[in-house]
């Protein structure tokens, strides 16, 4: 994974020198926002008029914030309303790509460039910084609305109720305050503590990101115990936010980010749970374990030089279970 500096693309990884061999995640750089009527995001961010066929996505199917991005796509019926293109599952010298060589894999539709990192210049030519998905392009104003996932899911979640009628709401009123230390923990410990414990390049950062994600992994299990979701009976943004993670668990972040005391599969609660979610309308057409398990067993060089793609395990998402009982 390369950045832009200046505009200018350069081939540099994480520097991790500096933090003690520790990964650090850097923040995303356009954070506007899309309302129903326009009117400003809910910390003064520059509103951005809700209308069907406005908005186009760049996701990567092996990216799990992109996938956050998708998942909400479909939930919120939102497939006629907003277009994408998806990228190669290869991210390497020249970063995210639009080759169109892999099953999937679709190229820029929007504008038909070669790399990520021109939508990014294309909105600011002097743009500095990692070029990630999910990107949230608007047509009309040429521009980028958002490169952070986590706000683009809560755009996604009401500003289009209108359009499409569907108001099913994951980030209830009710709900916010108990969701967000769901939230932030999972966060920290598991949705990004799969990286930190696989871009970790000492021993001592490896120790601390791998205790505390398998800590976290034990709360869940006990959580779910006795609710099917994790806030209880009402599916939210906390549970869509969780399950990218689990769902490349076993076939990524096992092996290849060395997080391997137990496995999704050795939770029964967790595992019934990934289950579930996947079983949702629309869900499973968003996971696509060809891209996952190729882009990063091929593209991270550091970890597996030799860019040798395992057998992994074959994983019955679509098995019975039972979590309805809850």
Not at 28 to 44: C, E, L, Q, V, Y
Not at 131 to 153: A, F, G, H, M, Q
Not at 276 to 291: E, K
């Amino acid at each position: 994974m390369g950045m832009l500096v200046d505009g200018k693309w350069q081939d540099k990884w994480y520097d991790t020198k500096s933090t003690g061999g520790k990964f650090e995640r850097s923040a995303a750089k356009f954070r506007n926002w899309i309302t129903a009527d326009g009117s400003a995001g809910p910390s003064g961010n520059a509103g951005f008029k809700a209308q069907s066929g406005r908005y186009h996505l760049f996701v990567s199917y092996a990216c799990p914030w992109a996938h956050r991005t998708l998942i909400f796509r479909a939930l919120k019926e939102l497939t006629d309303h907003i277009t994408i293109s998806v990228v190669h599952p290869d991210m390497l010298q020249e970063g995210w790509t639009f080759d169109k060589d892999f099953p999937g894999a679709t190229g820029d539709t929007l504008f038909g460039l070669p790399y990520a990192r021109d939508i990014y210049t294309r909105a600011d030519p002097g743009f500095s910084g990692r070029v990630t998905v999910p990107i949230l392009w608007d047509k009309e104003r040429n521009t980028i609305v958002s490169n952070e996932s986590s706000e683009i899911i809560r755009m996604l979640n009401t500003a289009f109720d209108a359009i499409t009628g569907n108001t099913t709401d994951y980030w209830p009123q009710n709900l916010q305050a108990a969701i967000e230390p769901v939230n932030d923990r999972i966060y920290d410990t598991f949705n990004n503590g799969v990286y930190r414990c696989g871009f970790a390049t000492t021993q001592a950062a490896y120790d601390e990101a791998v205790i505390s994600l398998f800590e976290t992994l034990d709360w869940l299990e006990q959580r779910l115990t006795t609710r099917r979701y994790l806030m209880g009976e009402h599916l939210t943004e906390a549970d869509w936010r969780l399950f990218p993670t689990l769902v490349r668990f076993d076939s990524v972040y096992h092996l290849h980010f060395k997080c391997n005391r137990r496995r999704i599969v050795d939770y029964p609660n967790l595992w019934a749970y990934t289950r579930d979610l996947y079983q949702m309308p629309g869900i499973s057409a968003t996971v696509n374990l060809d891209h996952i398990v190729r882009h990063y067993h091929y593209s991270h060089a550091n970890i597996n030089p030799y860019r040798i793609i395992p057998i992994n395990p074959v994983l019955d998402f679509a098995a019975p279970q039972d979590r309805d009982r809850l």
